[in-house]
């Protein structure tokens, strides 16, 4: 939500999509999702920028491996850093900015098979919560912007909007966004 308020013209194709694929004022619902390509593209986008946990759970390495050029030892820990991954230059053209339209009419998902974008993990260990978490985000993001207009509150403008991520098991603002629904 809080890019979406920092970038008007993002919200403002996600709403024009929403209306016409399901009306204005109406709530999304699960058969919708698959008719919402742009609301689709705008969650990949924020999960690539804003992954819930930056590093994923550690895992152990089971044998010795070579990887670019590193030599990982069996037993070793390791981490994986996702958020990294998501702001990587040689993976993404302009890994700062937030722009959706990187995920139109492509097959990259976040079900842990495109190694660029792996929020919840990958392989066994992807987190099992990962449909649930998929749906709801669709169809919450989705409801809340197509009801309601918004309006960032204190009279922020969205250039003056603090971005800067709290770290710490999960990634979240450091300053809570705090805005008002507006119903039209």
Not at 54 to 73: E, M, Q
Not at 85 to 90: A, L, Q, T
Not at 116 to 129: M, S
């Given at each position: 939500m809080?890019?979406l308020l920092?970038?008007p013209?993002v919200?403002?194709?996600?709403?024009?999509?929403l209306?016409?694929?399901?009306?204005?004022?109406?709530?999304?619902?699960?058969s919708?999702?698959?008719?919402?390509?742009?609301?689709?593209a705008?969650?990949?986008?924020t999960f690539?920028?804003h992954?819930?946990a930056p590093?994923?759970?550690p895992?152990?390495?089971s044998s010795?491996?070579n990887?670019?050029?590193?030599k990982?030892?069996?037993?070793?820990q390791?981490?994986?850093?996702?958020?990294?991954?998501?702001?990587?230059?040689?993976?993404?053209?302009?890994p700062d900015s937030?722009?959706?339209?990187r995920?139109?009419?492509?097959?990259?998902?976040v079900?842990?098979?495109?190694?660029?974008?792996?929020?919840?993990?990958a392989?066994?260990?992807?987190c099992?919560?990962?449909p649930?978490?998929?749906?709801m985000?669709?169809?919450?993001?989705?409801?809340?912007?197509?009801?309601?207009d918004?309006?960032?509150?204190?009279?922020?403008?969205?250039?003056?909007?603090?971005?800067?991520?709290?770290?710490?098991l999960?990634v979240?603002?450091?300053?809570?966004l705090?805005?008002?629904?507006?119903l039209?």
């Amino acid at each position: 939500m809080a890019e979406l308020l920092r970038n008007p013209d993002v919200l403002l194709k996600a709403k024009k999509e929403l209306d016409q694929a399901i009306g204005r004022r109406k709530l999304v619902e699960e058969s919708d999702i698959s008719r919402l390509p742009y609301l689709q593209a705008i969650i990949k986008e924020t999960f690539r920028m804003h992954p819930v946990a930056p590093l994923l759970l550690p895992h152990k390495a089971s044998s010795d491996a070579n990887i670019c050029g590193f030599k990982v030892t069996k037993d070793s820990q390791v981490l994986v850093n996702v958020w990294a991954i998501g702001r990587d230059p040689i993976i993404w053209e302009n890994p700062d900015s937030f722009m959706p339209e990187r995920f139109l009419g492509s097959e990259i998902d976040v079900k842990g098979r495109d190694f660029g974008l792996i929020p919840f993990g990958a392989g066994r260990r992807i987190c099992p919560g990962l449909p649930l978490a998929n749906q709801m985000l669709h169809l919450m993001l989705g409801s809340l912007v197509n009801t309601y207009d918004w309006e960032l509150e204190g009279g922020i403008s969205p250039d003056e909007m603090n971005m800067e991520d709290k770290f710490g098991l999960t990634v979240q603002l450091a300053e809570p966004l705090r805005a008002t629904p507006i119903l039209v």
